[in-house]
């Protein structure tokens, strides 16, 4: 689906959708292989490559650079979720212009809760793209899906923080560039559920803090961004590190979720429309049976779901973003609930056709599919369950 | 859902769609078991209720009457298919306000290609609600999803057409208002494919039109509306029946497609909607188990995804008259057939688990739920087979 | 399928499962449309046809009588289920051979607990084919499928029993011939959840018992047998009109369900075996786009995966009938809460692919199989709905 | 399920169950973490886990050896099957028992078609386990799953057979201790379409014959068995390689294909067991919003659909085998079909299931789940993808 022209949008919106367009074509797509393939070879796993290193520097040159960040951008959600989609189609394309997970939550976060001190330390290389952050939220001991489970505790000693816990699939943890971690944990136990939780910022180096190893999702280690299992033992931080105070932990992660789900789902959609063309192309291009696939009503079929599975997505996604423009996240609650049950189980679907379509190469190195497939996968586990949202949908349907 | 902020109305539309809301809930909606109920008795089964027509007059003098014609409404499509979705919510609610099939598309035929003569002679009262219409198109011995099959003959001698042939599923032409029927069939089967058919107007009590019986869908026979089987032989109109022109059958038929897909989409989504609602009602008032249905992890599931589905469905056929806003229907091809596929089987999908829902009272007569079912599931044929349109649009997707 | 080498069969049963064929084939199906048609005037609607007579005569006649009690037939219910696949192809093909739902769990109730004079006065006469019976537990004001939710009063008063209460989805009470109730109600609401309910007979001209009305199922009353909402108003019995003991209800009504389970279930293996030769001939014998609907791979898509489930659900179900032979109903509680769930929704949804397959005729009364789709519609209600089900094989899959 | 006594086995086969059971559970299962990672440090990937060798010694010892090859076996295909269910656990399981494919099928082909000696030179040492072999039929360039596309070029040349062209996806191919490839490839282009290829033994070692590369199924490589792209540059080996004749490549094809289904669809039963198993140990354990998981309605929804699917696939599976049995595999086609259907879909269904209730260790290399679903993924395309043998069932069940 080309921009819609329904939704009414700014010059400059439709301006940086052209000019990301544009770069995403002829700069990021031919590079991905040569990025990917930088971390082949063992000792440069968790390496940075430095052809994306370059890819960013161009970028920011451009100004397409901090978008996902309004006050940065000054763009709508309903206008910077369409450039998250292109973004999307490739692993490699929101990093490219800094806007990639989890730094754009957490550099939402410093930017709305962070103290000066915290945003000139922190933001402000985040925002330069100089250093990386991480996120530690789920635990691998308990359901993290709901979120009062959390056991990370965190107490007051004297002028430090004293963290003790485990925290996993702490994504980008283990990029090389990462120096920041921003973690939930129990400041207080005895406190209502909701405010029992707190955020600290902990440099990576601080002593106490282990990468315990990679996890890996479907047999990808996702180097060199990684996820992480981060074990904390008596890690020491300054009183200072508390990001707007204790027990508003949840607070933070409320107002995190919002755009960052836009962002997701619109990512995904982008995935998922490039899974298409690839479909689309290769049942063009390929012969079974005396017919080309795209002439058999099978491939059809899985051609046309896809694309009324994509378009709907999209729209509630948009909508979703259309309704934070207009009354914020509390007000777009349902929305966002419904876009994280849609989104994820539509990319998997439709990547998983495509890859139906391309036989044994579909699930092998030679298409971004299988990978594809296996990032949307845990998108249905990533940030609550499908089965969480639906529960809790059904519950908001039923007031 | 509320109005979705992704597409703009204007201040009437707004307005006009609160007047139909209400008047559905006040006016309508309570008075559909009387309606419904008026022809229960056999003697009864196929005359209007006084009660119907009551209603009707109401919403003529409140101006609520004939919205779906542009050039009486100024409202655009958009604007229009929200009110189509509040009309849909009842099977009675679109005749009460003068908008429902087939009298819409015949009166916008009439609009548009009709003849001066035409206009006046039957356009007039059907504006009026004095008389109704029917459209003969699908024929029983043909695959009719693909319309150059169809084999109803038309030939002309001397001033007049002759007409034989057998039409089916003619909704409509049983109810004792109808007056004319518009009829497609084949003037010269010589001519390139699509200039064969012709449409002509042939009122009901010419002669040689027979109803040679009711169609029933799963078991219900809709009157006093119907679904007829149409019979003609030997049947004799004038020269200027012809509308537009002949061999121009199937410009006239595309032409009607676009916006009726609208509407009857848009009625699903009310139905659905509806269906949803008292979903919602009986999994809240129902214990089983020791806890109400609507604590039930299943059902949730249930009500979560209907919600999902509909909310999609309803973005995306928004958005498919947004493009005839924009465009014209030529220009919204795509987004018309995906709407198609989309409706109706999410109307069944909502509906059935409506059904599921309330158990024995679900299939009985005792909810609108398992004639809103059948209504829906006979809107995957209609008008082509949800594989018609699959298959054409994964063409569209393969250019 | 032919028969499955899985499952041994005595020669007895291949004989008599090749006899029910033949007769099926050379009486029952070429007889359905005269003896459905005899109730299409309504004067005749709750009549019985003379040929339907004939027919049950002929069946008894030759021997193809009351199979369904192992008593006797001497079949295994591995035997007896193949032949009520057989005669579940068509809606009157059950009660042809005296083996219809519900005679014939009433029937094995009286068998298995009715006093010998219970026998005589109502097991003969149902043997017979004289008289018919009907059974009523669910209730409308209450979620049945929590058998322990059932309100029906039954208490002693001298020497009578006094029955209060309503009842729903009393199938069959409608017919002409129906001359006794099962009835479960409540006689004694202190004891422990499963002794409070009991079983008495009810002659339906008991002072009294009213047939409320009747209910439909998606539009068809399915007279002559049909669904009657019954009500009790004061009804009294004697004593001995218990069947086994106070309190024993639950116990009856277990003991009933194996078998009774297995037969529904084949009964929906015929139907869906029928729908699915109806599709495969129209398939091939219809003609869109310029070829046969058999030769479009979305038709073949649903020709096969129709085949798969047909296939798997008859397997599953001899699997269950297999371990009842074995070792009992008990002994096969969880196959039997699996065929429950599998064969309803696996004949509602061939069914609905035939119905797609045939367009308009599908829906309507040219086919069967809109009301084949009721059918196995109620059957993912009656009895339980699935979910009840799904939960309970869960639960014995967590043990 | 256990083992069901419903179907008869001789005596033998209860044992060689019991047997292979209680090895599963007592040597494979709990070393299977010591060979997988036996193979994680890079320097070992290819090479073979002493653990395993040691396994294979002991299975042989006990007469657990080569039960797939009815010669040895002397157990029927049934009874071959839930031995080879049991196998299918672990993706170790089936080679401990030299019952793992490719080497079945090879090892089949040389029994029923080798010559003396090539039986002597390739079938004795596979037998014995000292060797292993691959199977080369797949290309990369064309759509294999129509056979005919074969484009491998097979030429004689004085007394050799030249080869040239590419394979991929011979599984096994990289493992040091293959030493054998039976090669499909076309040697008459001119030839009827079923009789232009033939199948040609080519020790790995042959000049001209490179592994072009390592594919990957998700991100797994499956070392130390890995799936190997082949290039054939003027390979030659000697005439007496040839297999059966010129042109009956399509043959031998053709009857390698029956029992070989059945093990591999055996092997996803039981592997879906065991994620069955897995699941339920988890939603036992792990508790959510104050319940464990099992009492949650979607996950027992997950839970029983899992049951019923996994039931049905295994008694499909056992009827196919039953009818080879009964009457070869020509006979038990269709049969041979519906499986290839049904398990691979089914297993990633249930993997898929056990994954979401896992959450992130689902995905993750903490369970066997993500590894289990690449390779039960892979399963719908190898062999053919699910849509190719939809159709052919589909025109089965036309005739």
């Known amino acids: 689906m080309a ?28 590079a991905e292989a040569e990025i990917i393939g930088f ?9 940075i490559s430095p052809k994306l290193e370059a890819l960013k520097s161009q970028a920011k040159a451009l100004g397409l650079w901090n978008l996902f960040l309004p006050a940065v951008s000054k763009l ?6 369409e450039l998250a989609e292109l973004m999307g189609q490739s692993e490699i394309g929101s990093e490219v212009f800094n806007c990639s997970a989890p730094d754009t939550g957490n550099m939402e976060v410093l930017h709305l809760f962070g103290s000066e001190a915290q945003k000139q330390r922190w933001l402000t290389p985040l925002l330069a793209g100089e250093i990386r952050s991480a996120f530690g939220m789920t635990e ?22 004293v963290i003790n816990g485990k925290k996993w699939w702490t994504s980008g943890a283990m990029d090389p560039r990462c120096e920041i971690l921003i973690v939930m944990g129990q400041t207080s136990a005895d406190a209502p559920v909701h405010q029992r939780q707190s955020m600290l910022l902990v440099p990576m180096q601080t002593a106490g803090v282990t990468i315990k190893r990679a996890l890996s999702v479907f047999g990808y280690d996702d180097a060199p961004h990684g996820h992480a299992e981060l074990h904390f033992d008596n890690v020491r931080v300054p009183l200072d590190s508390l990001i707007l ?12 979720l919002g755009p960052g789900r836009i962002h997701h789902c619109m990512r995904l959609i982008g995935l998922a429309e490039r899974a298409l063309a690839l479909m689309v192309q290769r049942a063009k291009s390929r012969v079974v049976f005396g017919r080309p696939i795209a002439e058999h009503g099978m491939a059809q079929h899985a051609i046309a779901l896809s694309r009324v599975e994509i378009d709907q997505a999209r729209l509630l996604t948009l909508h979703a973003a259309a309704q934070i423009d207009q009354g914020g996240a509390k007000f777009a609650k349902r929305a966002i609930a419904m876009i994280k049950i849609v989104a994820p189980s539509m990319a998997c679907k439709v990547i998983d ?9 579909g699930v092998s190195q030679d298409t971004f599919l299988a990978h594809a497939y296996a990032a949307a996968r845990s998108l249905r586990l990533a940030d609550g369950p499908d089965e969480v949202h639906l529960a ?7 007031r």
């Open 3 to 30: 921009m819609s022209p329904l939704f009414p949008r700014s010059e400059r919106a439709i301006l940086l959708h052209a000019q990301i367009q544009e770069f995403m074509h002829t700069q990021v797509l031919p």
């Open 39 to 47: 971390n082949a070879p063992i000792a440069q796993r968790w390496q």
């Open 76 to 81: 709508s959600n309903v206008e910077y979720a």
């Open 140 to 161: 691998p001991d308990v359901a993290s899906s709901d979120a009062t489970n959390i056991r990370c505790d965190i107490r007051q000693d004297g002028s430090d923080w």
């Open 245 to 256: 105070g204790a027990g508003r932990g949840f607070e933070i992660a409320q107002a995190r």
């Open 353 to 361: 056709r495509a890859i139906q379509i391309h036989g044994g190469a």
């Open 392 to 398: 809790s949908l059904a519950k908001m349907e039923c």
